[in-house]
């Protein structure tokens, strides 16, 4: 999540270059040199634009097809503004390319994408370095194993029926329930029971867990956006299996 945090921000910043040097073309009078010097750091910001987009759009769908999960209302918006950026991209080029007579719509466009832009990079990225104090603060430590067994009974079969269609739905994909056997992750089963987590051989406790779950080794995506109800339900079925 970090590294994406990362090459969202340099997005950021080439959107903030794409404005300054549309501004610089468009909204003042400055000498044909220098307007060709702003039109060549357009051109050649906008092709970084794209290709950081294109990554992050990888990455997110990557994301997606891995935890075969359901996007949050968050998520929603934030693939909503994504594909508006695509489209008012390509409406841009195509005014400049080739229906010329909507020229004058370009400069409006060329605003409007960039503060889509700047949205989609707070409702994701931005969101996730603001709540992590930009990735320093471990979004678990307030969530210990103490808090978690105090709060309710890890037996309760209500919790452990959430937990069982939480796994089911975001877990399942990658990992076995039913057995220890590696598929994409290792299974598993008894997980509870053993002394070691099977990945960070970190000692099995719900601390431990949810240090995986939200800031996960290897290739396991985030599921940093789990609420500590969710997270207690998942412990609740683990423990039954």
Known sequence: MLIKSYIAILFLISVFVAMFSMFEVLGRKNSETKVLIYRKIHRFNGVIFFVLYLVLTYLCLEFIVKTKTEPSARASLHSLLAISIIILLFLKISFIKRYTEFFKYVKGVGITLSVLAILTFSTSAGFYLLVSELGAFNLTQKI???????????????????GKDLFTNKCSFCHDANSKNYSIGPGLKGLMKEK??????????????????????KDMPSFSYLSEEELKDLISYLNTI
Do not use: G, M, Y
């Open 144 to 162: 210990t194993t103490e808090t978690i067994a105090s709060q309710f009974d890890l037996s309760q079969e209500r919790n452990i029926l959430r």
């Open 196 to 217: 070691h987590l099977p990945v960070s051989k970190k000692p099995v406790t719900a601390e431990n867990i949810i240090t995986q779950l939200k800031t996960p080794l």
